[in-house]
Structure formats: C-alpha cells, structure tokens
C-alpha cells in the first residue's frame, strides 16, 4: 500500500512564527503536491513538486515555499505564519506522467494548523 | 482554464435510496475526471477515474459514474447507500501546466445517510 505521513495531525502557532510542515511518501512517486482545504472552497493547489529540487507555483502560493531535497519528502514553509493561514493542510504524491495525466493522487491524512 | 461545478454542498440520502452526486465540468479534450472520497478526519482516497476507453466507470464500494462528453458531466451514482458511505466526495479534472498535469478540485459535496 502506498503511504503518505505527515509529521503533525494538529500544530498550534503564534502569528508571525515560521511553520514547516513535512511530508513523506515510500512510493518513490515523482510528482508530490501541497493543497490547502477550505470549506466550501474545496481542495487549493499550494505548490508542486515532479522532481527533485523541482517546484512549481500553484493557485495560492503567497505567503509560503517549499522544499524537496529528497524524492521522498517535500516540506511546506509558512514564512511568517498569519491567521488567514489557519487550515487543514493536505500532501499528495503521484507517479510521474505515465497515464497522461490520469494519474492517481495519493494523500496524507492531514495537518489542522490553528494561527493564534 | 479548465474548472469543476459540484452541484450541491450538502446531499441527504436515507439508508438504501439511491445516491446522486453531481459534477460539471469545463475542459480541454480529452479530460481525465476523478472522483476521491474523504472520510471524517483522513486524507481523500480515490474512489474512481475516467481517463480513457468505457465512459462508465466503475469504482470501489459500488460507486460509479458515467462521462457523458455532451453534457461535460460526470455524476457519481450508487444504486443503495450504506451509512458508511457518509463522507465529503470531491470530483476531480486534470489539466496540463509545466512539467506534467494538475488536478483541479471541485468545492465538495458533503454525504448524510440518514438511518
């Protein structure tokens, strides 16, 4: 079974701190992604990741980075962490473009992050 | 740019009716359409995908959805609900960006069975 961790099911931070969270998948997939989920605004698109040191800007990446030193691991990096990011933060991986496209994604099961 | 409409943020079934959940869609040919399941407090798992071939899709715990082109829909249908099919579904589009595809989410459509 393909399994995504993150490091933290819940993390409570102060406005302004600087926040990493870490994901690790044991797939050896290509492609990892960061979503935010909102609701009523579904699933957003962070940043993602089809190689390593690789990274690409997705729907709403102000305010955060990213980091993939490793295939298996991408981190997601509030700079300065504000209560507008309080959320649930989702990870994903995913083979490479072997289906053109129709590639499962495979999640994590989550970090709540609250912003004091 | 490609989008996904899910009608409907709540959807109420009682026990062994039938399931309906819909998804429109605006997409560049050919789409890649997803359907993932998340249950109370885990991650989304895929329930089913259409990427090419039959255009009805079979899934896990009896789900399934037909694409339908002229309608750039792709509902999502289970002919009896089971309590444990409470859960947020999330329909699903691929579409091209630098260096590979995307997946674009709908909203979400929240599941009550009611006993």
């Known amino acids: 079974d393909v399994k995504v961790t993150q490091s933290s099911r819940y993390l409570v931070k102060r406005t302004g701190e600087k926040v990493f969270l870490e994901c690790v998948q044991d797939?050896?997939?290509?492609?990892m992604f960061w979503y935010r989920q909102d609701p009523g605004l579904g699933l957003r698109l962070i940043y993602f990741?089809?190689?390593?040191?690789?990274?690409e800007k997705g729907d709403i990446p102000e305010g955060y980075s990213v980091s993939r030193e490793k295939k298996e691991r991408f981190s997601l990096i509030l700079e300065s962490a504000s209560t507008n990011q309080t959320s649930m933060y989702l990870c994903?991986?995913?083979?490479?473009?072997?289906?053109?496209?129709?590639?499962?994604?495979?999640f994590g099961p989550g970090t709540r992050l609250l912003v004091l | 740019a490609q989008s996904v409409t899910q009608l409907g943020s709540h959807v109420s079934v009682s026990e062994g009716a039938l399931v309906l959940l819909r998804c429109n869609y605006s997409?560049?040919?050919?789409?890649?359409l997803f359907w993932y399941v998340q249950y109370p407090n885990q991650g989304l798992q895929l329930l089913l995908k259409y990427t090419t071939g039959a255009t009805l899709v079979k899934g896990i715990n009896g789900f399934e959805a037909e694409f339908k082109k002229s309608e750039t829909s792709f509902h999502l249908t289970k002919p009896s609900a089971h309590m444990s099919d409470a859960a947020e579904y999330f329909c699903a589009v691929s579409r091209t960006s630098t260096g590979g595809f995307k997946t674009i989410f709908g909203a979400g459509t929240r599941l009550f069975v009611k006993a």
């Open positions: 997409s560049s040919v050919p789409p890649y």
């Open positions: 797939m050896d997939h290509e492609n």
């Open positions: 990741s089809y190689d390593v040191k690789m990274k």
């Open positions: 994903a991986s995913s083979f490479g473009l072997t289906s053109g496209g129709g590639e499962t994604q495979y």
